[in-house]
């Protein structure tokens, strides 16, 4: 009975927020995330008028709530696009990407470096900010871009595009990280070898089934007389590249991004694939997709406000600055306009769940109590890093909103 009454609070109040945001002109998204936002805040002002919600972010029911929740928002975001305008779009991609994850990056280095104090843990924590920084949260660029209708622009095909290959190269820092926190030593060069060749086998796995088996499926399922018998089809090939991406130590998200992108109209009709379609824009707007979003506001913990104010600001600011840089840069470099090169730094700033979870394994490893006593910057750097993904995926939509809709 608590989960219905968790969803039942969740999604009125993310609805009424989404509403309000829609109607001052703003993606729902925004209202979505400021629901989660307030709620945190009227909860933690009385943890035991609240007992239930006050523990929802350990509650392992509504984490595999928000799961479906990513897993839905990149299955509709493959779903809206297509793979020759991804691989159109790849070269380009791929320089974005490496351009918005290694200077963040360096200035996450340089700013562990200056700031943390020495301890046994120091490396650890730096390449934690590091790779805080220099992660994009896919789901976030992809619900962004289709509450804005822009999905299928050339900026938008080009973000989410550098933001997966980006969330690919952050599975290798994630990797190294992982190593770093668990033996205090920068892993072996033939472990980061080994990672690159699965990751590498994953693509190549999913591209053939993708193109040789998926259409020959998708003509048995269109002869079937059971109703919804393509979408549940769907839902299985999702399912199935998503437990394939994890047992090659993966995201699931990219598995679920894939069977969305290979089941297109190619082998069905254009009625059956439309209406397939609705039915994951239904669940995943509707429902998951707002629960999830209030649930990065619901991780908000105000402490690194009061505690360490300028390093919070600093870090907010570098992680704009350097994704509008890195990225925005090398967008126009590759032959972006400039308007559009501004949209594809801004959709790349967006945080979120990924860093949420890299911040719960550091959080767990016990990287932020050393040493000992534990200086005010280590022990808030939890708080400024959930900080930092929520404000960053809160004014993603809003500049992205305002630099859409200027005429060039």
């Not at 992660?135 to 804005?148: Q, R, W, Y």
């Not at 979408?231 to 090659?248: D, N, P």
């Not at 505690?307 to 972006?336: E, Q, S, T, Y």
């Not at 280590?378 to 960053?392: D, K, P």
């Amino acid at each position: 009975m608590e989960i219905f009454y968790v969803l039942l609070i969740l999604l009125v109040i993310t609805r009424a927020f989404g509403e309000l945001a829609v109607r001052f002109q703003q993606p729902a998204l925004v209202g979505e995330l400021l629901s989660g936002i307030v709620l945190g805040a009227v909860i933690k002002l009385s943890p035991p008028s609240f007992p239930i919600m006050n523990s929802l972010t350990e509650n392992e029911v509504f984490t595999a709530i928000t799961d479906l929740g990513i897993f839905f928002l990149m299955l509709m975001a493959g779903l809206e696009m297509h793979p020759k305008e991804i691989a159109e779009k790849s070269k380009g991609a791929l320089s974005i990407a490496i351009g918005g994850l290694i200077i963040p990056l360096l200035v996450g280095f340089l700013i562990g470096w200056f700031y943390l104090p020495q301890s046994d843990y120091r490396l650890a924590q730096i390449l934690f900010i590091g790779t805080a920084l220099a992660i994009t949260a896919v789901p976030v660029a992809v619900k962004v871009l289709m509450d804005l209708g822009k999905l299928d622009s050339t900026a938008g095909k080009m973000i989410v595009s550098a933001a997966i290959v980006d969330d690919i190269l952050g599975l290798l820092l994630l990797a190294v990280l992982t190593a770093v926190v668990r033996t205090g030593q920068m892993p072996h060069w033939t472990g980061l070898l080994q990672l690159s060749g699965q990751i590498l086998l994953f693509l190549v796995i999913v591209t053939g089934i993708g193109l040789f088996i998926l259409p020959r499926l998708e003509r048995v399922v269109g002869k079937s007389v059971i109703e919804e018998f393509e979408f549940s089809a769907l839902l299985a090939v999702a399912f199935g590249f998503a437990v394939l991406a994890e047992a090659f130590h993966m995201h699931f998200i990219l598995g679920a991004f894939a069977a969305g992108l290979f089941f297109t109209k190619r082998t069905m009709d254009d009625q059956v694939f439309k209406g397939v379609q609705d039915r994951v824009s239904g669940i995943t707007t509707g429902f998951l997709a707002p629960v999830f979003f209030a649930s990065i506001g619901l991780h908000l913990d105000i402490a690194a406000f009061v505690n360490i104010p300028l390093f919070l600001l600093m870090l907010i600011v570098a992680a704009v600055g350097c994704k509008l840089v890195g990225a925005g840069a090398i967008a126009r470099w590759v032959g972006l306009s400039g308007k559009d090169s501004l949209i594809v730094g801004i959709g790349m700033s967006g945080r979120g769940a990924v860093e949420l979870i890299i911040a719960d394994i550091a959080l767990r490893a016990g990287l932020f109590s050393q040493p000992d006593p534990t200086p005010p910057i280590v022990a808030n750097l939890f708080s400024a890093i959930v900080i930092m993904a929520v404000v960053t995926t809160l004014i993603t939509p809003i500049g992205l909103r305002f630099i859409m809709s200027r005429k060039p």
